[in-house]
């Protein structure tokens, strides 16, 4: 059997999974649309897709990866070689579309990555401000929030706040 063999099934499997990495992307934007406008029930909504889209994200990546091990036995590599190490065992004119597939790839799990980090920031202002507010309105009803060295803490500085949220 021939490596050559495996190039449409692994072009297919990377087609794909950009595909879903970009519906992940496109629900982290719609879950920072719901923290902005303060969508608690719509939040809650995209979360349960992001849930499920990361699951069928993990499946599809695992089948990709375990063609990508098929490919490598059969071209007498190591199982564990890295698709962009083994782009250099197809066909030369293969590899460009496959290099630039992996690339688009890598570049989504950064955005993806980003945008998590993006929506967490604004979640834990959205609730700071939350408990702000209601520490104004009724200053004893407010418990404090335990701090990295379990003290209890009742506020946050902007240092303290930043470190929290990293």
Known sequence: MNIQVNFKEIV???QNELQEYGGLLHLFDRQQQCIVHQDP???LDINMDVDEQIAKLTQIRYN???LVRQSAVVAGKPEDITLS???HSF???HQPLLKALIDEINDLITRT???TRQNRMLLAQ???SARQLLAVRNPGAMPGTY???GQVRTTYTQDKYTAAVA
Do not use: D, I, N
Request: charged letters at 30%; one cysteine or more; a negative charge.
């Open 12 to 14: 297919s499997a990377l």
């Open 41 to 43: 029930t719509g939040f």
């Open 64 to 66: 990709r990866e375990e």
């Open 85 to 87: 190490a083994l782009t």
């Open 91 to 93: 066909q030369p004119e």
């Open 113 to 115: 990555q980003r945008r």
């Open 126 to 128: 959205c609730v700071e």
């Open 147 to 149: 701090g990295a060295h």
